[in-house]
């Protein structure tokens, strides 16, 4: 059974960087692709970015100049890295698996996600 | 970016009954769309890929179709359990875009 548990820091300053991290249980590891999500209530679902095990990624032009993702594959582990955040950032992470060939992009297994609040 | 674009933003239905919820693409995904249910406070899940495959264990009364721009979520003989958020995506292009969501609500 596929089990993917994330945490981080939930409560943070302006400008300060968001750090989140996923541990995936279950199924092979370097065969998908690992993202990150957000649902916030004025943007709703927003895809943050991807990476595979060999560290290959994929972002958001929307954030990429802010978002670092990386993989720890000795731990089956992701991490998502948002840099000088703002309100605007306060939302409900989540981390997903994507599935790769055919279906390249297809997300079911969802962590539980994480919600990030940042003031001011 | 492609925009997805979801109509209604709300559907009342009676349980029982059939619900039609739409999906534009702003150009071509293909096939490749895919639909999620979420309850408050839940993560979203796969119910449909690739337009029209069930993902697994998701009842038969969940149905997907189209192609191209224009895709339909339909489900027949709507029991509680169904009253939810729908959210469409696509998995075409990059960045991955999902559409703002149709809230199923209880007539």
């Known amino acids: 059974q596929v089990q993917l548990q994330q945490w981080g820091a939930g409560l943070l300053k302006s400008s300060e960087t968001l750090s989140l991290t996923c541990a995936v249980y279950g199924g092979s590891f370097s065969d998908y692709d690992w993202s990150w999500l957000r649902q916030s209530p004025g943007k709703g679902l927003e895809w943050i970015g991807e990476i595979n095990h060999s560290g290959s990624t994929n972002h958001n032009p929307s954030l990429k100049s802010r978002v670092t993702i990386s993989v720890d594959t000795s731990k089956n582990q992701f991490s998502l890295k948002l840099s000088s955040v703002t309100a605007a950032d306060t939302a409900v992470y989540y981390c997903?698996?994507?599935?790769?060939?055919?279906?390249?992009?297809?997300?079911?297994?969802w962590g539980q996600g994480t919600l990030v609040i940042v003031s001011s | 970016e492609i925009v997805m674009t979801q109509s209604p933003a709300t559907l009342s239905v009676s349980p029982g009954e059939r619900a039609t919820l739409s999906c534009r693409a702003s150009q071509s995904v293909s096939n490749n769309l895919a639909w999620f249910q979420q309850n408050p406070g839940q993560a979203p899940r796969l119910l449909i890929y690739?337009?029209?495959t069930r993902a697994t264990g998701i009842p038969a009364r969940f149905s997907g179709s189209g192609s191209g721009t224009e895709f339909t979520l339909t489900i027949s003989n709507l029991q509680s359990e169904d009253f939810a958020v729908y959210y469409c995506?696509?998995?075409?292009?990059?960045?991955?875009?999902f559409g703002q969501g149709t809230k199923l609500e209880i007539k």
């Open positions: 997903a698996r994507g599935e790769t060939g055919m279906v390249r992009g297809v997300m079911v297994y």
């Open positions: 690739a337009s029209s």
């Open positions: 995506q696509q998995y075409n292009n990059w960045p991955r875009t």
